[in-house]
């Protein structure tokens, strides 16, 4: 099986709006923080997508033997400091729970630490989102301690430092 991350472009962008249509409200907020707006459109997303590329976030698509299945992005970067956060973290819902989340993430992480050279990273989780929080302990994340609210929900901060 080949696995890839690859940078996700204007042209991934319908596809994802078509994903992001099928989520419920409350899992929309968990994905986005409300940073595409709402209701979900097209130019939402493009206009997120757009800013994200103005700061020289990083945002990739991961594909398996080809096919588009996830996306997931490399947020706040900064190459002083050596941090950066872990953005929308998404696997298409029918290839949910076979391990496809854990090694896209473990892709960006190899990306993060031997391509990037970065030494911290952290991410926001939904605080009632627990599928997603088992799935970060899974990958090496743990919490923080710190909170914020977005969008209406309280979020957790999970951390993942690399060792060198
Ligand atoms: C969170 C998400 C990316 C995980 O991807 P996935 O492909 O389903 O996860 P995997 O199959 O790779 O699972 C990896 C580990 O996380 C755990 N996990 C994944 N989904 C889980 C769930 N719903 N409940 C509990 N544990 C879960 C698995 O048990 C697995 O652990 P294991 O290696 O010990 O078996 C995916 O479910 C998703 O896109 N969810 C919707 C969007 C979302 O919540 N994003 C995160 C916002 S912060």
């Given at each position: 099986?080949?696995?890839?991350?690859?940078?996700?472009?204007?042209?991934?962008?319908?596809?994802?709006?078509?994903?992001?249509?099928?989520?419920?409200?409350?899992?929309?907020?968990?994905?986005?923080?409300?940073?595409?707006?709402?209701?979900?459109?097209?130019?939402?997303?493009?206009?997120?997508?757009?800013?994200?590329?103005?700061?020289?976030?990083?945002?990739?698509?991961?594909?398996?033997?080809?096919?588009?299945?996830?996306?997931?992005?490399?947020?706040?970067?900064?190459?002083?400091?050596?941090?950066?956060?872990i953005?929308?973290v998404?696997?298409?819902?029918?290839?949910?729970?076979?391990?496809?989340g854990k090694?896209?993430l473990e892709?960006?992480l190899?990306?993060?630490?031997?391509?990037?050279?970065?030494?911290?990273l952290d991410l926001?989780v939904g605080e009632?989102n627990n599928p997603a929080q088992h799935f970060y302990k899974k990958c090496g994340f743990g919490y923080s301690g710190?909170?914020?609210?977005?969008?209406?929900?309280?979020?957790l901060v999970m951390y993942i430092k690399?060792?060198?």
């Amino acid at each position: 099986m080949k696995l890839a991350l690859k940078p996700f472009t204007e042209k991934d962008i319908p596809q994802f709006y078509e994903w992001m249509k099928s989520e419920s409200e409350e899992m929309l907020t968990f994905i986005d923080g409300v940073t595409f707006g709402r209701p979900i459109t097209i130019e939402g997303i493009t206009n997120y997508h757009n800013n994200a590329i103005s700061k020289k976030w990083l945002s990739f698509k991961f594909l398996v033997d080809g096919e588009i299945i996830g996306h997931i992005e490399l947020i706040r970067l900064d190459l002083v400091a050596q941090t950066s956060a872990i953005g929308y973290v998404y696997i298409r819902r029918d290839r949910r729970g076979v391990g496809f989340g854990k090694k896209m993430l473990e892709l960006l992480l190899l990306h993060a630490k031997i391509k990037i050279g970065l030494k911290y990273l952290d991410l926001l989780v939904g605080e009632n989102n627990n599928p997603a929080q088992h799935f970060y302990k899974k990958c090496g994340f743990g919490y923080s301690g710190k909170t914020l609210e977005k969008g209406g929900t309280n979020m957790l901060v999970m951390y993942i430092k690399f060792k060198y």
